[in-house]
């Protein structure tokens, strides 16, 4: 009797780990869905890091941070936001700490500083995307913290297999390298096909804009979705980027909507190399439709 009651409130206990909208706003904060779950050490790891990856990039960028928010610029808009450390920028806002610590240091109530924050600056391209990254490394330890708690919840002991790769960080590895997270999870072949579409339609977006197609400081708004194929960002960073552009190339919009849809495409990628590296572990039931399925 006293086994089934102890499987019973194991039960409960496990059923009592929600992944509703707590455990999601949760995932704005690096490291909490680990701290809530136990893993101190590892939230620990994952507020350091995401910190460590914004500031290095700060340190470039700084309050030209400001130029890439999603808001007015005006003294009655984005600065009466930022004062309180949310000039809405994407997808740096996913580290929601560091984000506002860094906006409020960067945060000047004049026109001078209106002024500065809008002049180009050495590395800046880098800086943005160290920035950015934070953000997307936010996301993905907020993926491994609901991983966890699914796994808490769901799994049976010595019953239910671990995942071929964790599925957090087989979306991780897909956002740099699209199809590397199926590769991990046993799907290579899925996984090649996948990550050449994305590549290809990639560089035929930066062949057509003859490389200027991914440019934060020109085509912020574009730059969100293209920055969705971290790789193909992290190479624009380094080296297209900064090249300077003497002419608007003829095919600029074109390039630019190819590297945007790219980077749509590897977000589609990332979410079924979670979707993979999870179901090695909680398989759908044979001729199981995935619906009603958590």
């Not at 934060?216 to 790789?231: D, K, Y």
Request: some cysteine; hydrophobic content about 50%; overall charge neutral.
């Amino acid at each position: 009797m006293s086994t089934v009651s102890a499987s019973a409130d194991n039960a409960k206990d496990r059923a009592s780990i929600g992944l509703g909208i707590g455990t999601f706003l949760a995932g704005f904060l690096p490291g909490l869905l680990q701290y809530q779950v136990g893993q101190k050490a590892r939230a620990v790891v994952a507020l350091a890091s995401c910190t460590a990856v914004f500031f290095a990039g700060w340190v470039l960028v700084s309050d030209r941070l400001f130029h890439f928010a999603l808001v007015s610029s005006e003294p009655g808009g984005m600065w009466k936001l930022a004062r309180i450390g949310i000039p809405l920028t994407l997808p740096e806002i996913l580290n929601l700490p560091a984000h506002a610590v860094g906006s409020m240091l960067a945060y000047a109530g004049d026109n001078e500083a209106m002024r500065v924050w809008r002049l180009p600056r050495p590395l800046e391209d880098l800086g943005g995307f160290l920035t950015a990254a934070s953000g997307m490394l936010a996301a993905f330890w907020s993926a491994d913290g609901h991983w966890t708690r699914r796994w808490n919840r769901d799994a049976k002991d010595t019953v239910t297999p671990g995942p071929l790769c964790n599925p957090a960080f087989a979306a991780g590895v897909s956002w740099l390298l699209p199809g590397l997270g199926h590769a991990l999870s046993g799907q290579r072949s899925k996984g090649a096909l996948m990550g050449a579409a994305v590549m290809i339609v990639f560089a035929l977006g930066m062949v057509f804009s003859y490389g200027h197609a991914v440019d934060r400081a020109i085509a912020s708004v574009w730059w969100i979705g293209e920055f969705l194929f971290g790789g193909g960002a992290l190479f624009a960073a380094l080296v297209t980027a900064p090249m300077e552009m003497t002419s608007i190339p003829e095919n600029l919009e074109l390039g630019t909507n190819l590297c945007t849809v790219a980077g749509l495409m590897n977000l589609v990628v990332m979410v079924d190399a979670f979707t993979v590296a999870e179901r090695s572990s909680f398989p759908l039931a044979r001729g199981q439709d995935q619906r009603g399925v958590s």
